[in-house]
């Protein structure tokens, strides 16, 4: 965890002031910085409301009996030192989210310049995975060089790294036309201010940009044996379908091991899969108005044609019950 004068709470706040949302592990901190004493079960939480009803034809899509609950968090976790109240899918609806719609409706990925290490999973894998995650369009920018002043670059442990909260700045201050949301990436470590070592990433979610790092998933980064490749491919999808999910307006999730679950540290977001709950997939089903059944066998493709076995049994498993539905 990065480590600063500032509390994490004097940080956050100084940066919500700002309509920013911080990424302080590989995940958006949607509300962060609201201490608290731990929770001790772990669902104290009410039961979600989830929304308008569905066609029953697609009930077994949101069945929240398929999804493993919330475990009582231990010592350190996101939910041991954060206070989050939930978003269930009436509260959801009821704050208002973008929608995408001509002429904002198309997810942007930017590339910033240099890059000192290949991205992986690099630009066409990340534009893949997001066409098939959310269901609109998408599309790559060309690569965006940014001014020095810009960047701000600063060696911080070895490493170049850029202020994040600038680059914001520069992304939103020429956000494309048709951008639904804009994400910038970059193999560069980030900063979001002076006083801190690092950040993963940061974005501006009703102001629809976005910029996130790739630089810290392998552990060759800190001087150590290269990650499986697997791996890193899939903490790389993870961190950008999480901050992207964010600019849908859905905050983090308390209610199943859910790709929107927040993170202190790598091992904690290890242990979030990659797909949305039944809660966090209705949200965004009333967005979007994707087939499910369709959607889950997308993904499926993805993910055994880039050797991510467990994601690939886990929807095998949606598809079954799709068809027993």
């Avoid at 968090?73 to 609806?93: A, C, R």
């Avoid at 690569?143 to 992304?171: E, K, Y």
């Avoid at 201050?173 to 949301?181: K, N, S, T």
Wanted: aromatic share 8%; net charge negative.
């Amino acid at each position: 965890m990065p480590a600063a004068p500032w509390s994490r709470r004097r940080l956050c706040r100084a940066l919500l002031a700002r309509g920013a949302v911080l990424v302080a592990a590989p995940s958006v901190t949607a509300g962060c910085g609201r201490e608290r004493a731990p929770r001790g079960n772990g669902r104290p939480w009410p039961e979600p409301r989830m929304g308008p009803a569905c066609p029953p034809e697609l009930a077994w899509a949101f069945d929240r009996e398929r999804f493993m609950p919330m475990p009582a968090p231990g010592p350190g976790d996101w939910l041991d030192e954060h206070s989050e109240d939930g978003q269930d899918v009436e509260q959801f609806l009821a704050d208002e989210p973008n929608r995408p719609g001509p002429p904002r409706d198309t997810i942007v990925l930017q590339p910033l310049l240099p890059s000192p290490t290949p991205m992986l999973p690099d630009a066409d894998e990340q534009l893949d995975y997001l066409a098939r995650f959310f269901g609109v369009q998408v599309r790559a920018a060309a690569p965006l060089q940014l001014s020095d002043d810009v960047l701000g670059a600063r060696t911080r442990g070895g490493h170049t790294q850029w202020h994040a909260s600038q680059i914001l700045d520069a992304i939103e201050a020429q956000l494309p036309e048709d951008a639904y949301c804009s994400i910038a990436v970059t193999t560069v470590d980030l900063y979001p201010e002076p006083s801190w070592n690092f950040v993963f990433g940061l974005a501006r979610l009703q102001r629809r940009v976005g910029v996130f790092s790739l630089a810290r998933h392998d552990a060759a980064f800190f001087g150590r044996d290269a990650s499986d490749v697997a791996l890193v491919r899939r903490r790389g999808l993870g961190v950008l379908a999480h901050e992207v999910a964010h600019m849908f307006g859905m905050q983090h999730c308390v209610y199943h091991r859910c790709l929107l679950n927040g993170s202190n540290t790598q091992a904690e977001a290890d242990r979030s899969p990659l797909h949305l709950c039944a809660v966090c997939l209705r949200k965004l089903h009333l967005l979007v108005g994707f087939d499910p059944r369709a959607r889950y066998e997308a993904l499926h493709g993805f993910y055994r044609a880039h050797g991510l076995a467990l994601e690939a049994g886990w929807i095998e498993l949606q598809l079954e019950a799709a068809a027993r539905a």
